[in-house]
Every structure is written in structure tokens, then in C-alpha cells.
């Protein structure tokens, strides 16, 4: 496993973390969509990279 592709996951799962967190506190729906596809695309091009 590389270097990039670890942190594309962990970078991922931060955000996803995120997304969690909005929903939970009822942030926005336009922030919570932001962060949801800038998770999908950080774990996406992570594992593309493996």
C-alpha cells in the first residue's frame, strides 16, 4: 500500500466523520453534500490507487 493511497483513505473517512457530525447537528444540507463528495472522491481515488 502507498503512502498516497493511505492518506486518500484516512482523508476519507475524516470526512466522512464529518458528514456524520453535520447530520447529527443539523447543519445544512448544502455543506453535508460538499463534504459527502469530497469523502466519495478521497475514498474513491484511494482505492483506485491500490
Known sequence: MSKSATLLIIAGLFLSGG??????????????AVLAIGAVLCLASGVMRL
Do not use: A, D, G
Open 19 to 32: 458528514v456524520y457530525s453535520f447530520w447529527k447537528q443539523k447543519q445544512s444540507k448544502s455543506v453535508i
